[in-house]
């Protein structure tokens, strides 16, 4: 039993971590998609693009100048994504504006791979959060531990902010319909802006943990945590903030009893053969609404 | 002084001229109505006051300013308010939630409060219910939702686009009686209906929009007693008795 455990506890822990961070970049694909119907592609180099800041600022600025002048630049990013990429195509096809997230995700990216030279560079050591600690038997960074509690923490806050402010009611009365929250005076812009502005943020943060623990950064770094968050919300129903965490919590979860089992090789391929069978069986994942075309 | 001045105004949807010059007046504290067939741009005319569909040409003045270029929310904050075809209630936030979001605008939150107690007043049915889903209530109930929204915002100019649609006739004579009420309160109505008998009813005046044109004007009893009108809108309501009786107001 003890060896039991002690084999198999940093798996689970590690799940638990991963998965936490998974869940802060699926919030970020889950609210735009409830509002726009857009899955916002650029979203997994938005989360790479916060690394390089990270990596940058740290070198010549401390911590408490880099931290928030990283979260800043990446909310700033989203921001201007959405404004220059997006907003112009609001009353475009549906189709028009994938293809514009799509090419803007390859925008970063070789811009990523034009300024950094592409070669896999070191995330710089957070303090705190990148030193060990021991739980029983596992030896493991403090960001496991932390991961999981800020996700929640966050998450609370978030869907606080949805429940019970004036902008998060306008958020939800946007994403059923634009034309009658403009009769209420709510300007549209203004509340996508929030939204990508809140999704930005949580992928900063999300991209902190999650190269604290995988601390090479390279321009594509960010497209398979990116996938896998894009799963993970799919998984849950894509559009519910509830289900984007739950979905992220057990794909990551999942993948690391996959490498407890030995099978380390198989375990992307898990996730996205899960994509396949949610997409078959149950397309609206475990909190999705039957999809309902805007008139 | 009329309240909103229409002048000239065009329209058009993707080459389409769906509204060719059209030009009315609404009386302050009036309840006028614009009634005309399927497609003859009644709903287009309250959406381009509203500011939901780009205006082509004419003008748009609203006690005594130019609102023609605002965009929607300037035109809300000014005081005019639409409550659109279908209802259009908010179905994922409570009734009080529609409610309050009615008065997203607003920031005085004691005002804001006391137009809530004001519209439960004339709806009790909303109080009630508050705490339900507004997707859960009936379509009378979601009428009243949406007529309660708007008033949250204090409207000056109520435009209102086929509020008795889809109803059954009962509840169609209370969101009528609602209308006069309105009116006698104070607020002005801009009224769109296919049901033109029930309209002309009501309303101290009408205009008869004929794709995209403004062709007969005239007092509401006027123009139900004209004898064209009455051929061309009032025909399925005489030849169906049950329905004008089901739509007396009064």
């Avoid at chain 1, 100048?65 to 959405?82: D, N």
Wanted: glycine share 10%; with cysteine; hydrophobic share 50%.
């Amino acid at each position: 039993m003890t060896d039991f455990i002690s084999a198999n506890l940093p798996y689970l822990l590690a799940g638990i971590s991963v998965g936490g961070q998974y869940a802060l970049i699926a919030i970020g694909y889950t609210m735009v998609y409830g509002i726009l119907r857009l899955i916002n592609f650029a979203h997994g180099d938005i989360f790479t693009v916060a690394a390089y800041v990270m990596l940058y600022a740290s070198a010549s600025l401390p911590l408490y100048l880099s931290l928030p002048m990283t979260i800043a630049f990446t909310v700033f990013l989203g921001f201007a994504v959405e404004r220059a990429a997006y907003k112009p195509l609001r009353n475009a096809p549906r189709m028009s504006i994938m293809i514009s997230a799509i090419g803007v995700s390859y925008l970063l990216q070789n811009l990523m791979w034009y300024v950094t030279g592409g070669l896999a560079r070191q995330y710089p050591t957070l303090p705190w959060i990148s030193s060990t600690v021991s739980i029983y038997t596992a030896t493991t960074k403090m960001v496991t531990l932390v991961t999981p509690v800020l996700t929640l923490v966050l998450v609370v806050a978030l869907v606080q902010l949805i429940n019970h402010t004036k902008v998060g009611m306008a958020m939800r009365a946007v994403s059923k319909d634009f034309e009658t929250s403009k009769l209420m005076g709510i300007k549209i812009n203004a509340v996508i802006s929030v939204t990508f502005i809140i999704g930005s943020f949580l992928a900063a943060v999300g991209s902190m943990l999650y190269f604290s623990n995988y601390t090479a950064v390279t321009p594509t770094s960010g497209a398979m945590p990116g996938l896998k968050a894009f799963v993970a919300a799919v998984f849950g129903g894509i559009g519910s903030i509830p289900g984007a965490v739950i979905g992220a919590f057990i794909i990551g979860i999942a993948e690391n009893i996959i490498k407890a089992l030995g099978l380390t090789t198989f375990s992307d391929a898990f996730t996205f053969a899960l994509l396949i069978i949610i997409l078959i069986f149950k397309p609206t994942g475990l909190f999705g609404e039957p999809v309902h075309e805007k008139v | 002084m009329s309240l909103l001045t229409v002048s000239n105004l065009q329209v058009s949807y993707g080459g389409i001229e769906a509204l060719k010059t059209i030009s009315f007046e609404v009386e302050k504290g009036q309840i006028v109505t614009l009634i005309g067939a399927n497609g003859a741009g009644k709903s287009t005319t309250l959406r381009a006051i509203s500011g939901l569909v780009p205006i082509k040409g004419g003008g748009i003045t609203f006690d005594g300013r130019d609102i023609t270029a605002l965009d929607t929310s300037r035109i809300v904050s000014e005081g005019i308010v639409l409550v659109p075809e279908g209802r259009r209630v908010f179905p994922n936030l409570s009734v009080l939630e529609n409610l309050k979001i009615g008065a997203f605008l607003r920031k005085d939150h004691a005002e804001v409060n006391a137009a809530i107690d004001y519209v439960y007043e004339r709806f009790p049915r909303l109080k009630e219910r508050h705490w339900q889903m507004a997707g859960t209530l009936s379509g009378g109930e979601q009428q009243m939702l949406a007529v309660g929204r708007a008033l949250m915002a204090r409207p000056k100019l109520l435009m209102m686009d086929e509020p008795s649609l889809g109803l059954a006739p009962l509840v169609v004579r209370d969101i009528f009686s609602i209308i006069h009420r309105l009116r006698d309160e104070g607020i002005t109505i801009l009224l769109i209906e296919q049901n033109a008998n029930a309209a002309l009813r009501a309303a101290d005046y009408g205009y008869v929009l004929e794709t995209g044109r403004i062709t007969m004007e005239g007092a509401g009893q006027q123009l139900l007693n004209d004898q064209r009108v009455r051929d061309a809108y009032l025909g399925q309501a005489r030849k169906r008795g049950a329905v004008r009786h089901c739509n007396d107001v009064d």
